[in-house]
């Protein structure tokens, strides 16, 4: 019996639920701050630039070959090509399984912060006091563990359900809402007194600071971003019409997604100066930075509940992409129950998170080439993993299955691809050369 693919109702139901993908702890949690780390501006500049030339090609890409496939990662490279690969999709698999693991971990932190927020357990004048909290509770070896084990819970549970109505319903009516708020929160941020300096921090690059560190973590944080390079946009265009425009989709996904990237940015780093924090604080900064912020505006503690509950639903959107990429290869390709699936690989995530939890705080001192476990996952899965599958996806696209994956943008010639010689060019020479050299100069 021929297994029946969920799809997804609209075009605009597609565009939401892969923006939901790729909005999510990327652009709120990491973005700020990588960006506080690496010289605001400059690291913005070169972000927006790698985001619009590698990758809104590597997406659209991803988006054709789930389409032409209709399977998971792995499937995909088998049915269309075979060889050596589908290597790449286990790649993905991979990836997914770290990814997900800390992803998750910091799930937890944003329900913990929601919680933490609604009981006014964070309001405080005394702004240091808040790095403190926050090093106390990450570095807590259970309360960590608990809001871990509840996010990894809530995202079986929705990927037990199969993506589609949940999804799609849920991704149409928060998506908006959480723009909204951001945007509301923003001009609370960017009026504090002192927060001009912040603004110029993020907004005036100054491009004698850029190093090849800087040029290698935003590229990594363009794949993590938006969820490229492991076969999660993949598996979503395996799910979308064959009527869908594909190339218009991937540009939607990747501009909301940099907008709510630069949105969190004027959002953090602007209260980041007024408050006299360090911009270099690290995975915390945002988690710092916001409790400050609601302190001092009014209604705070309802703003600041509302805003760590939307930003757990982007999470969640984003760990459900994640987790779908593991347990649609284990349906498709195993012919295990999806109940079963999601079970058991949300279970082993779980577990595969502990370490990351605890080496914030227990396990500080476990470090591999310097960087603790956390770190070391991260690193891994979005500066090497990543970059790595797209330069492969971009290869095949170009290269392999050229003339099928031209026939799905342009709905087999019924569609014009304007951008069709520069996308080719992009897939064949610059995205594969421009990543590898990332890589290579990062190392
Ligand atoms: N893009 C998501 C975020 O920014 C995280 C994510 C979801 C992801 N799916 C992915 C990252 C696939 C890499 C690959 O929060």
Known sequence: MAI????????????????GSAVGLGNVWKFPWLAGENGGAAFLVIYLVIAFTIGVSVMLAEFLIGRA??????????????????IIGYMGVAAAFIILSFYSVVGGWTIAYAVKTATGLLETPETSALGGLFAAF??????????????????????????????????????????????????????????????????????????????????????????????????????????ANLPGAALWVTSLDSVIAVLAGVLVLPAVFAFGLDPQAGPGLTFITLPA??????????????????????ALTSAVSLLEVAVAYFVDEKGVGRIKATLTVGAVIYLLGIPSSLSLGVWRDVTVA???????????????????????IALFAGWVVYPRVIDEATGGGARPFRWAPLWKVMCRFVAPAAVAWILIAGL
């Open 69 to 86: 496939a209709e399977r998971n990662p792995v499937g995909a490279f088998v049915r269309l090509k075979g060889g050596a690969w589908p």
């Open 293 to 314: 912020v609601f302190s001092r505006m009014p209604l705070g503690g309802l703003f600041g509940t509302l805003f760590f509950l939307l930003l757990f639903i982007a």
């Open 370 to 392: 310097g960087k603790g476990i956390f770190d070391l996952m991260d690193y891994v899965a979005s500066n090497l993993l990543l970059p790595l599958g797209g330069i492969f």
């Open 138 to 243: 990450t570095a807590d070896a259970v309360e960590p563990l608990v809001y871990h084990a509840v996010f990894m819970a809530l995202t079986v549970g929705v990927v037990s359900r199969g993506v589609g109505a949940g999804i799609e319903r849920a991704c149409k009516v928060l998506m908006p809402v959480f723009f909204v708020l951001l945007v509301v929160l923003c001009i609370r941020s960017v009026t504090l007194p002192g927060a001009a300096a912040g603004l110029k921090f993020f907004l005036a690059p100054d491009f004698s600071k850029v190093t090849p560190g800087m040029v290698g973590a935003a590229l990594g944080q363009v794949f993590f971003s938006l969820s490229l390079g492991m076969g999660a946009m993949i598996t979503y265009g395996s799910y979308v019409s064959h009527k």
């Open 4 to 19: 029946r693919r969920g799809h997804f109702k609209t075009r605009l139901g597609f565009i939401l639920a892969a923006a």
